[in-house]
């Protein structure tokens, strides 16, 4: 009979497994750090729901998806009172891709208005 010791040991050793071991790390750490931003803010789901315009069952769907745009992203970090930037780091350069100035940018050609596709 085999050990779950030994289970993890066989799962660990299969090909891609390091990585998809860093992705489910990636998700667990968004996911986490998403819900403590709303809690913070002291909103619910379902407050937090109202502020971007989406039903409560798609706050928890964003709270625990990898596969959440920028846009969506950005709705929900704005809404708990913060501001979204994103940024490519290549050794010691940092370069920021979006971020409140670009956001200021798009409010200066769209006239102010945001999307709501959450």
Known sequence: MMTARDW??????ADGAEERVAEIEQELLLA???TALREDA???QRELAIRIGVSQ???AAI???HNVTIDVLD??????????EVSV????????????RARDRQDRTTG???????
Do not use: M, T
């Open 8 to 13: 993890e040991k066989r799962v660990l050793a």
């Open 75 to 84: 709705q929900y970090v704005h809404a708990v009172g913060g501001s979204l």
């Open 63 to 65: 709270e625990r998806s």
């Open 112 to 118: 102010g208005r945001r999307s709501k596709s959450a």
């Open 57 to 59: 069952p798609r706050v």
């Open 89 to 100: 780091v290549k050794g010691r350069q940092k370069i920021l891709l979006l971020g409140a």
């Open 32 to 34: 986490n750090n998403l």
């Open 42 to 44: 002291g909103l619910s």
